[in-house]
């Protein structure tokens, strides 16, 4: 089975301008996630999709990023305008579990390495 | 808020060695935990998926095991290799069905 798919790989931008990373989820999979991995630090949930609903996006920054899962199947992350702090690995995830279903095992896509100049 | 706590935060081993990662967790209403692979330049890859009604998973040359009453979980790997060598990152599962990591153990096993 294909796995999570992500896209840029790599992105330098410099602050202040904007970036959007795209993700492709294992196909049947209703839950997509965006993680924000920072060096040295386990990855921080951003937000949480159930098909094309949002579940969670407490710690979403909302002032600059945004998402969206248009048909409930693929995914886009923006950032506008960038900080440096935002310099981050982008991790994808999907899963097949529904949020009042026992939990199920998450898969992770390779990540969208952002460095903001 | 929950906090996941991993200890140490890196670690050298001689090849064949067994070795022990700690994952403390402070929220006891869990459903799962999961302990993760990291390798550089890599996403992560899931080793093992403990529900909240186990004590224990098992695969390969790997064991986890979790103790909701004290809010630990441990990863052993038995024999370990210079392949073995990566981030391990282990994540609670909580209510909304969301992971919360800790930051991982950085592991080097020595050839």
């Known amino acids: 089975e294909a796995g999570v798919a992500q896209s840029p790989r790599y992105k330098i931008i410099e602050k202040r301008q904007s970036v959007a990373f795209w993700c492709n989820p294992i196909s049947g999979h209703a839950t997509l996630y965006w993680y924000q991995q920072i060096l040295g630090q386990g990855p921080k949930l951003l937000i949480q999709?159930?098909?094309?609903?949002?579940?969670?996006d407490s710690q979403l920054p909302k002032d600059r990023f945004s998402a969206e899962r248009l048909k409930g199947v693929d995914s886009t992350l923006k950032i506008q305008p960038a900080k440096l702090e935002d310099s981050a690995v982008y991790l994808c995830a999907s899963s097949t579990h529904r949020v009042k279903e026992s939990g199920n095992t998450i898969y992770f896509g390779e990540g969208s390495w952002l460095t903001v100049v | 808020k929950q906090e996941v706590t991993q200890i140490p935060a890196a670690l050298s081993v001689p090849e064949g060695e067994n070795l022990v990662l700690n994952c403390s967790f402070t929220?006891?209403?869990?459903?799962?935990l999961q302990w993760f692979r990291q390798d550089p330049g890599k996403g992560l890859t899931s080793l093992l998926l403990?529900?909240?009604?186990?004590r224990e998973q098992t695969s390969g040359r790997l064991n986890a095991s979790l103790d909701k009453s004290s809010g630990r979980s441990t990863l052993y790997i038995a024999a370990s290799q210079p392949g073995d060598s990566a981030t391990y990152l282990c994540a609670f599962g909580g209510s909304a069905r969301q992971l919360t990591f800790g930051s991982g153990t950085q592991l080097t096993v020595l050839p």
């Open positions: 999709f159930q098909n094309n609903g949002v579940v969670d």
């Open positions: 929220d006891s209403a869990i459903y799962n």
């Open positions: 403990i529900q909240s009604s186990q």
